[in-house]
């Protein structure tokens, strides 16, 4: 019976030290985004992100991006990633916010949307700030048609000058 006692309290309390919420939150991002679009179909963003605790664990993370929230792959120790894509024609420049939720912070957003509520009425875990300075898709004028346009030229030059010759 000693034996059942203490296996309780031993599980009990390793369980409670794997579920404590984390404390004194410490976040460092970076970022990517493809910026030619000259050679790909869809815009690529990528943000990853190191949470440190001084007590506690953060568990499992929830990103939202574009009011759709995704799940945040673990990476590494401490290290998540969210990614996702969009099309050039509707990828805007600039920076966007893409808020961090943990496993409450996800059971309350999806009660919100079910609810019928705004989603940004539930408070985040903290923000991740991805900045996209655009995507280069290909010059204004094409190659081939400078290539068409200098030939149209050299070639009225020489009829030009080979009537000026006959004359």
Known sequence: MAKIVSLVLFSIFVSSGFCSSCSNLEVSSTSFTTQDA???SKI??????TVKC?????GSLYAEVDNNIVPASVVGTNKYQVSWIEDPKTAQSGERKVRIFNEDGFAAYRKVLRAGECPSTVPELFTVLVNHPGAFSGPWLKSEFIATVVSLCVAYFAVASKAKLLE
């Open 54 to 58: 001084s007590s506690g664990n953060v």
């Open 44 to 49: 690529g963003y990528i943000s990853e992100f």
């Open 38 to 40: 000259t050679i790909v």
